[in-house]
């Protein structure tokens, strides 16, 4: 790469379009204008959301459909604080993402002098979230700082990486740079694990396999797993789909009885790729989520697997190449006991429908009508009812198709410009955002930035007239409901006002309606009668 005439801001584009980077979000300004020198003239598109924290779940979006890092420019001091609250979410979801910002002149860092957008200390803030971060101050670094970032997001469990260019020093020439994008290879598992492992199923009578977010890009090994130990494989929030349509899957949350009986009811449990945490196995936070004393745990963080519960055997790997070599142990090639595995997981997916009972069966009906109508269509949620409906029991079509807010860090306002980035990320299948009337107004002007870049999704707003199950909380509580039921606008005539289509509906029938006929983007306004 040819960047000795070229400034450090134009030479960062080069190496981020030789890294396959094909879309930035963000929001250009004064400390940020010699990062887009070169921006015009690359085969890089450039979306502009209302918001910094747009930006940010619009990158997180965009991460999740296509497996590459989602990469944000946003200004020094309050773009970065802007998207922290992203940066947080991606760190909770492992999802990968490169925030590129400015800092403040060189000579003025740490002078508090009062300069335009300064911090105290930028860095020491972005760092409580982020993986890495890096103030590049000499020109000569920035192949290998770019190439750290890369490595340290993709590499291990994925997460947010920060690098902050002083504004002097973006318009400096880069000189003679030079980018190599690391190459990631897969950690191994060690015989001996491979070994222990293989024994502990061989001698199990009544394996289960529960699958987190880190076993989505593996949904081929995992199958081929469950197949070959006759396991059923309950899938958390962010591994739905994972198991899609086969007679193995149970796509329902740890916090149900029914799920927790099955796993306990195991003589053996491989949890894979799954930190375990309490908004996945636990979310009714009553502390009865156990695991039997013969527990297997695969992960790529061995902090992850210091934390939780003790297991038998703790294996720090790729889960992919875990599987792979699993497969070719002997006692797996030639197990052939049978343990009703189909027969287990459809009893409990009955009865994950039957616990979940009223109202959540009617929202999960409506949540697969919209995959009926729409079978390509990823569904991006916020913390709504509609999503927690879902996320305690929902049939995705396939990994990536369902994901959300509403575990984890627990954002409002996620689904929609997450939604746009998932659009984008992957073109050739429509989005539909479910998210609350009152989490909608947290991002309501990304509207306009889907109707810029022409994306295909369908906002679907749950309009329950405030925060339901806040105050239904607060109710169960014998706490007097406050602050929970905020005035919300005709969002079809914002929409209207964005020159997007727009639909109130009351109905299944009429939600149905609506997103075979609207032209997207569009909005749906769902008004909850209950």
């Not at 887009?36 to 990158?59: D, K, N």
């Not at 699958?211 to 081929?220: D, I, K, Q, V, Y």
């Not at 105050?471 to 005035?487: D, L």
């Not at 929409?495 to 997007?500: H, K, P, Q, S």
Request: charged share 20%; glycine share 10%; net charge negative.
């Amino acid at each position: 790469m040819e960047t000795a005439s070229q400034t450090v801001g134009e030479a960062l584009v080069g190496m981020l379009e030789a890294a396959g980077v094909d879309t930035v979000f963000g929001i250009p300004g004064v400390h940020t204008i010699e990062l887009y020198r070169g921006l015009a003239a690359s085969s890089i598109r450039h979306v502009t959301p209302r918001h910094e924290q747009g930006a940010g779940f619009m990158a997180d979006g965009y991460a999740r459909v296509t497996g590459k890092p989602g990469v944000c420019f946003v200004i020094t001091g309050p773009g970065l604080t802007n998207v922290l609250t992203a940066m947080a979410q991606a760190r909770a979801d492992s999802i990968p993402m490169l925030v590129i910002s400015g800092v403040n002149a060189t000579p003025t860092l740490g002078k508090g002098r009062g300069h335009l957008h300064e911090l105290p200390d930028q860095a020491a803030l972005i760092r409580t979230v982020a993986l890495w971060s890096h103030t590049l101050t000499d020109p000569a670094d920035l192949g290998s700082v770019l190439a750290r970032a890369f490595s340290v997001m993709t590499k291990g469990r994925p997460g947010p990486v920060h690098i902050e260019i002083p504004t002097d020093v973006m318009k400096l020439p880069a000189g003679p740079a030079t980018f190599d994008l690391p190459v990631a290879v897969p950690r191994p598992a060690s015989a001996d694990d491979l070994t222990r492992a293989a024994d502990l199923i061989a001698a199990s009578q009544k394996p289960v396999i529960l699958a987190g977010g880190g076993a989505a890009c593996h949904s081929g090994a995992v199958r081929s797993l469950a197949d070959a130990i006759d396991a059923p494989v309950i899938s958390t929030t962010n591994a739905r789909g994972i198991l899609a349509g086969h007679p193995l899957d149970v796509p329902a949350s740890p916090s149900l009885r029914c799920i927790r009986d099955l796993l306990m009811e195991a003589d053996l449990v491989l949890a894979l790729g799954t930190e375990l945490g309490p908004t996945d196995v636990d979310m009714y936070e009553n502390g009865e989520f156990a695991l039997p004393e013969n527990l297997v745990r695969v992960d790529i963080d061995p902090d992850q697997l210091a934390r939780g519960p003790r297991a038998a055997l703790s294996v720090e790997a790729d889960l992919g190449a875990f599987i792979n070599g699993l497969m070719e142990a002997e006692p797996i090639r030639s197990r052939q006991r049978s343990s009703n595995g189909a027969g287990r997981a459809a009893a409990a997916r009955k009865g994950a429908l039957t616990e979940t009972g009223e109202p959540y069966g009617e929202l999960t009906a409506m949540l697969q009508k919209i995959w009926k109508v729409l079978p390509d269509a990823t569904i991006v949620g916020d913390s709504t009812q509609l999503v927690y409906a879902g996320n305690m029991y929902v049939e995705a079509p396939r990994p990536s198709s369902w994901f959300n807010s509403a575990t984890g860090f627990g954002t409002l306002g996620y689904a929609a410009p997450a939604a746009i980035g998932a659009a984008l990320g992957a073109p050739d299948r429509p989005v539909v955002a479910v998210i609350g009337d009152g989490g909608l107004q947290f991002t309501l002007a990304e509207l306009g930035s889907a109707g810029d870049c022409g994306a295909d999704v369908a906002f679907l707003v749950w309009n329950n007239s405030g925060y339901r199950e806040i105050e239904t909380s607060m109710v169960s509580a014998g706490i007097t409901p406050v602050g929970v039921t905020p005035s919300a606008p005709d969002f079809t005539l914002i929409a209207e006002a964005y020159g997007l289509p727009a639909q109130k509906v009351s109905g299944p029938d009429e939600l149905a309606s609506a997103l075979r006929t609207l032209k997207r983007p569009c909005v749906i306004e769902f008004v909850d009668q209950a």
